[in-house]
Nanobody, 120 residues
Framework: QVQLVESGGGLVQPGGSLRLSCAVS????????MGWYRQAPGKERELVAG???????NYADSVKGRFTISRDNAKNTVYLQMNSLKPEDTAVYYC??????????????WGKGTLVTVSS
């Protein structure tokens, strides 16, 4: 059974940084693409960043240049480094395991989420 567990969320001031981690159980991590989504109150869940099996990445326009997704296949873990955080980045962040079809990422498994609050 595949399980995804996020960590690293919390309260941070505008301009600050956080690093989210997502540990994946099971043996399919190294052959799977991964994605980070977020959902703010009253809004739809949106893809923030994705990383393919071989390490290519894509980002939402709103986070380009500020967020970096990376993966460590030896640790079955995907990370989201978030810098220059803004109040509008406040959301529950979800880790997903899925696949790319062309340039589009499709999630298959989800974590339970971790809350990121950006506020002074």
């Amino acid at each position: 059974q595949v399980q995804l567990v996020e960590s690293g969320g919390g309260l941070v001031q505008p301009g600050g940084s956080l690093r989210l981690s997502c540990a994946v159980s099971g043996t399919i991590f190294s052959i799977s693409s991964m994605g980070w989504y977020r959902q703010a109150p009253g809004k739809e869940r949106e893809l923030v960043a994705g990383i393919a099996i071989r390490g290519s990445t894509n980002y939402a326009d709103s986070v380009k240049g500020r967020f970096t997704i990376s993966r460590d296949n030896a640790k079955n873990t995907v990370y989201l480094q978030m810098n220059s955080l803004k109040p509008e980045d406040t959301a529950v962040y979800y880790c997903s395991l899925g696949a790319y079809h062309g340039e589009s990422y499709y999630p298959g498994y989800w974590g339970k989420g971790t809350l990121v609050t950006v506020s002074s």
